[in-house]
């Protein structure tokens, strides 16, 4: 300890070391503010005119995908365009690619809503809340691992875990819309699956048949296009087309009624016991999060068996039983509430709604009924919110999100760093491999930490302004590259889109059904389900093919927890590659006859065994030492006649100090035992060990080879002069 003291001290006394020291560790961290180069590039017409035509035609895909991923998160449609609007640009400008558009996507969304469910209702404020505070703390993470160079760590997902993870993703995504596709509202469980198991369920006796058919136009418009026409924006003219459909046939209509005018006594009570529910909900929530954030800072300063730390912990406990108990309830009170059909009966003192059992006891009275089915929406101050026909989007509020910083919580901090990882990490996958693919065509530099950083700030700067986590996207990165951008301005000009649309274009959005965004999320993520890299990985490897199962299986079990399927698939490829490594291959080739002298052919010694030669396929580490030894004393059991062992080091690539004191350890005890040990082909590196660990010269130099002819004719010598 003395001495150690004594080195800081001088340390510090030395300002040179120091200073050099610091500026050796800051010169590591990538500066995030430099200038791209391709904006030079903007002084040539044809490059500005190129930019233009590719920017405006990634904001037609963009704007109704950016609507649709929205919701698929949990949040309002206009979400999605606030998360357009200021992210490609900063993506554009810190990156390093010039073709990445970056903004909503798929996967990121759904990961969105499954980081945040637990904490706060869908479409909420709170909701929205902590997806503005995932998507900084998502930026913030990113920007870190570019400035300190750690993009390296993106190898920790490999390619089965990925394979697996996005194909069980994208089909989460495409089931989650089948409730808009049917036009029913099922009741969420607690895993995905049950979920998709309600909702066929419900639509199996309550199809919407036009929100179904609605989705089946929007489906044959854009396959439709696809098929005989893909230069034209499938999304953008099917969703023109369906909005003006639904607003010409009447797709779907909303009233206000007072809560009087419901008919059924039991309908009315239901609804204010809800409201309750919904508001004592809410409460709970807070104070969930309140002792949450108290248990944590008793947590880093209490003892374990304090009093207070326990009370609190058991309060925390009572409120999130209330909480999960309150839930319940609630989701038996929507799925009866929003379940029943309603019809509008014209009485002499105004309009009433009826349940269906309830209209034989007024189809008598001189009235007009209308058989038109009304659902309820929500109820909230004495007004009930009611829907006949299908959903559409409604009113988006018009105008350009303003500064807003994300509210701190440290219970929701806590709560939200494993998605933070998840989403980073997975995103950032998402949007290299098609940077790569594009620099690959264009040839173009491509840098991984460069693109952390455009990838971070994108995520910072856009929470700063009501956006949530965003990535690259692989379809609007391909039809940015596919119409023509040159630099990265054409991210510049489909923000100028998005921002024209948000101020004058709003109104026109009102109509869109959302049995249209359903079909425009499930046609963009079926091209990420691929079976077929799936089975290439299985017959490659049984390892990453179990990896990749393993994960796929896992995460559309688990869904929504989307985290724990990468965690298990992470923690289940690192296990078999150390058992990989743990147990690496042996092989004893058999001699070729021509490496030795002519008279050793002739002896008749080669046969008996009296030459063996060891390769071990692997580097010979701690993990593995075990299993050398145990290879190497079953070669001796099945050898007696051996006098020399040649360890063969063509594919050891390293040792570390548990394999170099064995090999020691092992030429001590076989020397002493009468057989000779020789080396040959050992790496660079290899030698570099044995000499500074002195091995090399305990051993002699003369027992180390270049080659295998050098080392059979030293074997031979050997065997040779033992004979005689």
């Known amino acids: ?370 058989f038109q089915d009304w659902h309820i929406e929500g109820y909230k101050s004495d007004v009930v919110e009611l829907r006949a026909g299908g959903q559409v989007i409604g009113k988006i509020p018009r105008g350009l999100p303003g500064f807003q910083m994300p509210k701190f919580e440290f219970s929701a901090i806590t709560h939200l760093i494993g998605a933070t990882i998840a989403i980073s990490l997975i995103g950032f996958m998402e949007a290299i491999s098609i940077a790569k693919a594009i620099a690959a065509r264009t040839r173009q530099d491509l840098n991984v930490d460069r693109e952390l950083l455009g990838q971070g700030m994108s995520n910072i700067v856009g929470s700063l302004f009501q956006a949530y986590p965003v990535s690259g996207s692989f379809s609007r990165s391909a039809v940015n590259f596919n119409a023509g951008a040159v630099t990265g301005f054409s991210s510049v000009v489909t923000v100028l889109a998005v921002a024209v649309t948000l101020l004058l274009l709003t109104p026109l959005l009102y109509y869109l059904p959302q049995a249209t965004l359903a079909a425009v999320i499930i046609i963009a993520v079926a091209g990420l389900i691929k079976i077929k890299p799936m089975v290439h990985i299985w017959q490659a490897n049984r390892h990453d093919g179990v990896v990749c199962m393993v994960t796929f299986i896992l995460t559309l079990a688990l869904a929504p927890e989307l985290e724990m399927g990468i965690l298990v698939g992470m923690l289940l490829s690192l296990a078999l590659l150390l058992f990989r490594m743990m147990k690496p291959r042996v092989v004893f080739p058999s001699h070729d006859e021509r490496m030795f002298p002519d008279e050793a052919a002739d002896s008749g010694l080669l046969e008996e065994g009296n030459i063996v030669r060891m390769r071990f396929e692997g580097s010979l580490v701690f993990a593995n030492v075990a299993f050398f030894e145990e290879q190497l004393q079953k070669m001796l059991a099945s050898t007696p006649n051996l006098k020399v062992l040649i360890i063969d080091g063509v594919s050891i690539r390293e040792v570390d100090a548990s394999g170099n004191e064995m090999l020691r350890d092992y030429y001590r005890r076989l020397t002493e035992s009468g057989i000779d040990v020789l080396f040959t082909r050992l790496r660079a590196p290899i030698m570099e060990v044995f000499k500074r660990s002195h091995m090399f010269d305990d051993i002699g130099k003369e027992n180390f080879h270049r080659n295998p002819p050098d080392v059979f004719r030293h074997a031979w010598q050997l065997v040779a002069s033992g004979r005689d």
């Open 1 to 370: 300890m003395l001495g150690t003291q004594v080195k800081i001290i001088n340390f510090v006394k030395q300002p040179e070391t120091v200073i050099r020291v610091a500026k050796n560790t800051l010169g590591q961290i990538k500066n995030p503010f430099e200038i791209p180069v391709w904006l030079s590039e903007l002084k040539s017409k044809d490059v500005l005119r190129r930019d233009f035509i590719a920017g405006l035609t990634v904001a037609l895909v963009l704007i109704p995908q950016s609507m649709a991923y929205a919701q698929l998160a949990g949040l309002p449609p206009h979400y999605g365009l606030y998360a357009s609007l200021l992210p490609p640009i900063i993506a554009a400008f810190f990156g390093s690619s010039r073709h990445l558009s970056t903004g909503p996507v798929a996967m990121v969304s759904l990961m969105t809503a499954a980081a945040l469910e637990p904490l706060a209702t869908a479409g909420g404020e709170a909701f929205i809340g902590y997806a503005i505070l995932l998507a900084f703390m998502v930026g913030l993470f990113q920007l870190l691992l570019g400035m300190f160079r750690l993009g390296v760590l993106l190898n920790f997902l490999s390619h089965p875990v990925v394979v697996g993870f996005v194909n069980a993703a994208a089909i989460i995504i495409a089931t989650s819309q089948l409730g808009k596709l049917f036009g029913v509202n099922a009741e969420k469980g607690e895993h995905h699956y049950e979920y998709v198991i309600n909702t066929i369920s419900a639509a199996m006796e309550n199809t919407h048949w036009p929100t179904l058919g609605m989705a089946l136009v929007a489906f044959g418009i854009m396959y439709g296009i696809r098929h005989f026409k893909r230069t034209l924006p499938a999304v953008l003219i099917t969703v023109v087309v369906t909005t003006i459909l639904a607003w010409l046939f009447g797709f779907a209509q909303h009233t206000s009624v007072k809560l009087e005018q419901i008919n059924n006594q039991e309908i009315r009570i239901a609804l204010v016991y809800d409201a309750i529910q919904a508001k004592h909900g809410a409460n709970l929530n807070e104070k969930y999060l309140a002792a949450q954030q108290q248990y944590a800072e008793l947590e880093t300063g209490a003892e374990a068996d304090d009093e207070v730390m326990l009370a609190s912990r058991q309060q925390l406990e009572q409120i999130a039983f209330r909480l999960e108990q309150l839930q319940k309830e609630g989701q038996s009170h929507h799925k009866t509430l929003y379940a029943t059909s309603l019809y509008s009966v014209q009485l002499a003192d105004g309009i009433k709604f009826y349940t269906r059992e309830e209209l034989g006891e007024t189809a008598s009275e001189k009235s007009k009924i209308y």
